[in-house]
């Protein structure tokens, strides 16, 4: 593959990636009256065990702040 086919995949993978998330957030507002607290630790911890990627792991962190902004507003 040459350059520009690489960045036409990605491309590809960007799209979707930005479609899950933003679905991510919309059911992240909806769990702004099911939940007691936002902060819940023992779920974060448990989604970010299943991720064996250091990189990634940050990724997540970042939407778990991103999530509890959404759900405290």
Excluded: W
């Amino acid at each position: 593959m040459n350059l520009k086919e690489y960045r036409d995949e990605i491309d590809k993978l960007d799209e979707k990636i930005v479609s899950l998330l933003e679905e991510r957030l919309k059911i992240a507002s909806k769990l702004k009256g099911l939940k007691k607290e936002i902060l819940d630790s023992n779920r974060e911890n448990e989604i970010l065990d299943r991720i064996e990627s250091k990189d990634i792991r940050e990724i997540y962190q970042e939407i778990f702040e991103i999530s509890k902004k959404i759900q405290a507003n």
